[in-house]
């Protein structure tokens, strides 16, 4: 199973980034995904999640509002559309995978089965 994040770049406040994750290897439209973030020093945190049939979505609340997940099973892939960005949205973002998730534990990096390698999201003042 491969995770293929892709779209992190240096940005402005107040602009957008769109994120992308393509996967390989594995039944897309039966898992979760999700994405997470990892800033320096910090411990790494939930930010958006969907369901295999984007029938339930779940965001951090510092992102509600600000991002948008969505994805593609016949591409195989999960975006996420980032605006309005902030200092404290610089991070390695990783995007996720996990079966049987149920909708509790969406947020919980420890239910998800596999990870991508990371894409760096950096936004100056």
């Known amino acids: 199973v491969q995770l293929q994040a892709s779209g992190g770049g240096l940005v402005q406040v107040g602009d957008s980034l769109r994120l992308s994750c393509t996967a390989s290897?594995?039944?897309?439209?039966?898992?979760?995904m999700g994405w997470f973030r990892q800033a320096p020093g910090k411990e790494r945190e939930f930010v958006a999640a969907?369901?295999?049939?984007?029938?339930?979505?779940a965001y951090a609340d510092s992102v509600k509002g600000r991002f948008a997940i969505s994805r593609d099973n016949a591409k195989n892939t999960v975006n996420l559309q980032m605006n309005s960005l902030k200092p404290e949205d610089t991070a390695i973002y990783y995007c996720?995978?996990?079966?049987?998730?149920?909708?509790?534990?969406?947020?919980?990096?420890?239910?998800?089965?596999?990870w991508g390698q990371g894409t760096l999201v950096t936004v100056s003042s």
């Open positions: 290897g594995l039944t897309f439209s039966r898992y979760t």
């Open positions: 969907i369901k295999w049939g984007g029938s339930s979505i």
């Open positions: 996720a995978a996990g079966q049987r998730i149920i909708n509790t534990s969406m947020k919980m990096d420890q239910a998800y089965d596999y």
